[in-house]
């Protein structure tokens, strides 16, 4: 065997299970049991659940297959191979905020930071007694499977060599402020403390669905459709029968596009995130004014701080120390995050020397961020060209809480030794010298046009419920509107959760699947 499969996971995969779309030479048409479309958290484990029951199963994937041994240290080069629109698609409201998906085998959890959290019980509590989910998605339900996607994903806290100095000065200050903190649960088979989750795990450590549970389906038979992009899923006599796609050539010379026909024998099951899930339902011809309503996010927002002590965010876990102190009493949750050179110079204040004086000091930089679980609702809709648009604005409210969140986090900074920090807010000083200045950011702007806001936690948009009028998705994870036809990622999240939302839509993912794997197929009238 050659030596990269031994050392790579997403190496050495059976022949003839993988079908790049961009090289095909004729058009396809196969059938199978099921077809998942999407290969991230969801889909990845919707699939791999599946096919352990025993049923044929193919995985289409819009992106590429980017392998371990292909990640480099190019921030620009990893998110245009991997990133949906290289990183740059927007939410689209009273200001543009970047939202960051994954566009590859893997999804999301190939350039995420692979935090794993259990839903928390007041977020089933609320979904329970609001939406009507008291009897289908319940803390007992979901326990096994969250117990077995920790063992199978390494879940464990970071090894101190591995954690870094940027989590260990915040771990170490939040304790002294009276501030409940710890080092993150991930999912981690050897961490190295490369500080390269965003592009791509070099040591193949990192336990995304790329190199594990993609892998671990292949090798039980599933097949994968790489650089395929779903068009619409095919209907029947009121049941879903079969997805059609059709292959990716763009930058690939000579490349010509072929259509990809997946027939479904037993039904349909769709995880292509929160964004791009309920614009090919629409596409599919599944209507009304749920259809992409109550689009939810976790705003972040991030503020560095300069030390006289290195900090070397290129040493530790990219994300290595969390709190969730404030996130039922003020809704937010504080994180640290290494960022790359290319990253981090975006959010240094200054021009000219100023500026120079300040890129020479990166090693001393520390970025404690906060995500902000908020109240507003957004919208997803069909956009130019089949790609989604989505419209969402920050309310007030959330808007005070993000100003709370880094009041909060200007302070731990200061107090923990920093000479000066930078708020990157529009209106306040690029730079902020002493602890009392702070309060120049409790007395901040309100508009979200002044927050360098980003999203990558994205939430609901088919929204699951047993009231056709009020929800897309039926307590069963079929659509109402057609048989056969499910949906297994965050969009049929009824709200945000306020956590890292990945563990529990792996956990669904799979609770969903291992029902569906058990019941009878769904027979279509002739």
């Not at 041994?69 to 921030?75: I, K, P």
């Not at 289908?136 to 870094?164: I, K, N, S, Y």
């Not at 390269?196 to 990192?206: D, E, F, S, Y």
Request: charged share 20%; proline share 5%; net charge neutral.
């Amino acid at each position: 065997m050659d030596e990269s499969a031994l050392r790579w996971p997403d190496e050495g995969l059976p022949e003839g299970s993988v079908t790049e779309g961009a090289s095909l030479n004729a058009d396809v048409d196969e059938a199978f049991d099921f077809v998942v479309v999407g290969s991230g958290a969801a889909g990845a484990v919707a699939a791999h659940t599946l096919v352990t029951a025993g049923h044929s199963v193919a995985i289409v994937e819009e992106g590429p297959w980017v392998k371990t041994r292909d990640f480099g240290v190019d921030v620009y080069g990893a998110f245009r191979s991997m990133m949906r629109d290289a990183g740059m698609q927007v939410l689209s409201g009273r200001s543009f905020i970047p939202m960051l998906q994954g566009r590859c085998v893997g999804g999301s959890t190939a350039v995420n930071s692979a935090i794993a959290w259990r839903i928390p019980e007041d977020v089933i509590d609320d979904w329970s007694h609001r939406f009507g989910l008291g009897d289908t998605l319940t803390m007992a339900g979901l326990e096994p499977h969250f117990d077995a996607l920790e063992r199978d994903l390494h879940v464990q806290t970071p090894e101190p060599g591995a954690l870094g100095r940027n989590s260990e000065l915040f771990i170490e200050q939040t304790r002294r402020s009276g501030i409940e903190s710890a080092p993150m649960r991930r999912y981690d088979a050897g961490c190295k403390g490369s500080s390269r989750c965003l592009t791509g795990c070099p040591n193949g450590a990192k336990q995304g669905m790329n190199v594990t549970y993609v892998p671990w389906a292949l090798s039980r038979g599933a097949r994968m459709f790489t650089s395929c992009r779903v068009l619409e899923v095919k209907s029947r006599n009121g049941a879903a029968v079969a997805v059609l796609a059709e292959t990716v050539t763009d930058g690939v010379p000579g490349a010509r596009k072929h259509s990809v026909l997946l027939r479904a024998r037993r039904g349909v099951v769709v995880a292509a995130s929160t964004v791009q899930t309920p614009v090919i339902l629409r596409r599919s011809g599944i209507r009304g004014r749920e259809v992409g309503a109550h689009f939810q996010a976790h705003p972040g927002v991030a503020i560095g701080g300069v030390f006289d002590e290195s900090i070397d965010m290129h040493v530790g876990a990219t994300q290595g120390a969390e709190s969730i102190h404030f996130r039922k009493t003020d809704r937010f949750k504080l994180e640290t995050i290494n960022m790359q050179p290319e990253l981090a110079a975006a959010r240094i204040p200054g021009v000219g020397s100023s500026l120079l004086d300040r890129l020479a000091e990166l090693g001393h930089v520390a970025v404690w961020a906060a995500q902000v679980r908020a109240d507003a609702e957004g919208t997803v809709r069909p956009g130019l060209g089949g790609a989604s648009r989505v419209s969402y604005s920050p309310s007030v409210a959330d808007m005070h809480v993000a100003r709370k969140a880094l009041v909060t986090i200007g302070h731990l900074l200061f107090d923990a030794g920093a000479r000066e920090i930078w708020p990157g807010i529009f209106g306040l000083p690029d730079v902020l010298r002493s602890r009392d200045e702070v309060k120049l950011i409790a007395d901040g702007p309100t508009d979200p046009r002044c927050y360098g806001f980003i999203a990558s936690h994205l939430f609901g948009a088919a929204r699951m419920g047993p009231d056709p009028r009020s929800s897309v998705v039926g307590k069963d994870f079929a659509t109402h509107a057609l048989q056969r036809l499910f949906v297994v990622d965050s969009s049929v999240f009824p709200t945000n959760l306020g956590v890292n939302p990945q563990h529990s839509i792996m956990a669904i993912s799979r609770f969903a699947a291992t029902r569906l794997a058990a019941a009878p197929p769904v027979r279509i009238a002739a």
